[in-house]
């Protein structure tokens, strides 16, 4: 039986970057990954990773920033851990190997970005997310006596001893269908968001929100679910995203009309006004009919000159052409609002502590709350690698100084008997992909850019029939080698645990702050609201809501305008 000091679940940045940090330790490691690590949703990152690192810049700038762009949702300590720890980690990255961007002088470059107040964004084309990955993977292969990596393994659940402590997880060997049971003083979870609950999405089909689901069952709390990120530029229908780096870089927005529509709605940042400002805005423009008739604006890269283009924004090039059939640098791409992050999580401690001992959790998996109610971008690669070596470092601490649990092999039984019943069951439901199209969609109408009560009651409504139904969606596949079948039948029970605490998070918010946007109540209101809601499971009822207080340290809550 494996069995390890720390074991970390995910091997995107933030469970790599733990990884790293728990073996630097002197803690023996497990690194699990449904994928293989570099097919971890990071290496889709493009724009580039925020730090307050010139001169002239400060952390301070840089925290007040987020904590704006938060809408004052954030927890204040977290947001300066970050932003203070930044330079060091960008430097501690390049001298890893990391080819960030260099100006014309020879230093580090950056780029411009929503919702910050200097060019602090540093990055390696818009390719940022992979160069990352593959240079700590690199990294964590110099590590392979102390860190033992299980790739292509599929968690299945979460293992508690008897006094509620984590103890490891159940985990299947996607080769061959074995099962095993993961013996840990320690466990991590770095498993990524939940995107896949909606359709469209810009996220990967593996981002099913495995980890939030598996945390929340097992009695770790969850907070600002409500708070999903709608970026402002995704090709319509297949949710594709076009990086924020192209804003950043100096492109347009124009409506059907021509018009730089954000000079009405954010007249000082306009197009890098931060992302729940801009999606509302185009939003708004498309449902007052100045969209054009795909329901969609236009993002005009032509501005931005066309050799920068090719050199700085080249993977959107390749994606505007064979995804739209558009030459970016010499016509506008059509693009609207879509589904992109999850603020929302599993609520960690700065050190990544969640509310059950002995479970850490790290990077989009977690909440920390860096990002309260609207993540500025470029700032997720960094809360990875901040909080995915911090949880690293802690973990391994207190694995050090504990004995080993002693799972027994009995525990493995529930799990087979759950992996046997879906491949026994009978023809004729629905098909998995069906049922998670119905979840997708409802999710993406009722709960988007603007929400109300009736709208989100419905999505209620179906998110419930959907979970009944869900056990007797029917699967082909009955063989135990990479059997996604039953991979994407469990997935779907994480998925839609997922996209109900946001449901039940969003009906509960009765006010606008940052993502989510009431029509019913248009309005912040702090007097009742400026507080974390946080979400438990109940059984197989609908879960409980709970509240927790906003930390701040430094700046009360003002009037936004960008
Ligand atoms: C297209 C795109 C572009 C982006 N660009 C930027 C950007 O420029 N800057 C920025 O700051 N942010 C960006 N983001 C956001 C950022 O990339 C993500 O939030 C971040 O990379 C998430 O990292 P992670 O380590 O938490 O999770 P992931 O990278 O998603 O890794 C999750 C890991 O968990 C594993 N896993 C999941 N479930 C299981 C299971 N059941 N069993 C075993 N393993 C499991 C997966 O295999 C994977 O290894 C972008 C996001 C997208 C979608």
Partial sequence: MPSHDVLI???????????????????????????????????????????????????????????????????????????????????????????????????????????ASAARTYYVADITGHAILHVLYEQLMKHSATVDRYEEWFTTDLLQDDDGRCIGAICRNLRDGRMEVFNAKATILASGGAGQAYT?????????????????????????????????TTLAGNGLLITEGARGEGAWLLNAEGERFMERYAPNKLELASRDVVSRAEQTEINEGRGFPDGTVALDITKVPRRRTLEALREIVNIGRDF???????????????????????????????????LYAAGEVACVSVHGGNRLGANSLLDTLIFGRRSGEHSAKLALQMPMPNTPNSRLDDAEGAIAAIMNRPQGGRRVAAIKN????????????????????????????????????????????????????????????????????????????????RTDFPERNDAQWLKHIDISVNGADVPKVSYSEVTITRWEPEERTY
């Fill in 200 to 232: 469209p999405t810009t996220n990967g089909l593996i981002v099913t929100g495995d980890g939030i689901a598996q945390a929340f069952r097992i009695g770790a709390k969850l907070m600002d679910m409500e708070m999903i990120q709608y970026h402002p």
């Fill in 9 to 115: 679940i995910g091997a995107g940045l933030a469970g790599q970057r733990a990884a790293l940090a728990a073996a630097q330790s002197g803690a023996s490691v497990a690194i699990v990954s449904k994928v293989h690590p570099v097919r971890s949703h990071s290496v889709a990152a493009a724009g580039g990773i925020n730090a307050a690192l010139n001169p002239e810049d400060t952390w301070e700038s840089h925290a007040f920033d987020t904590v704006k762009g938060s809408d004052y949702l954030g927890d204040q300590d977290a947001i300066e851990i970050m932003c203070r720890e930044a330079p060091g980690e960008i430097l501690w990255l390049e001298h890893a190997g990391v080819t960030f961007h260099r100006n014309e002088t020879g230093h580090l470059g950056t780029r411009a970005f929503g919702g």
């Fill in 324 to 358: 739209a059939g558009t030459d970016i640098t010499r016509e506008p791409i059509h693009i609207k609002p879509g589904q992109h992050y999850i603020m929302g999580g599993i609520k960690t401690d700065v050190d990544g502590q969640t509310t059950v001992p002995g």
């Fill in 438 to 517: 119905e979840l997708g969609e409802t999710m993406n109408k009722y709960v988007a850019v603007f929400r109300d009560a009736d709208g989100l009651n419905k999505a209620h409504e179906i998110v419930r029939r959907l979970m009944e139904e869900a056990p007797e969606a029917a699967i082909d596949d009955h063989g135990s080698v990479f059997n996604q079948d039953v991979i994407a039948a469990i997935e779907l029970g994480y998925m839609l645990d997922c996209a109900e605490a946001i449901v039940v998070a969003s009906i509960e918010r009765k006010e606008s702050r940052g993502a989510q946007f």
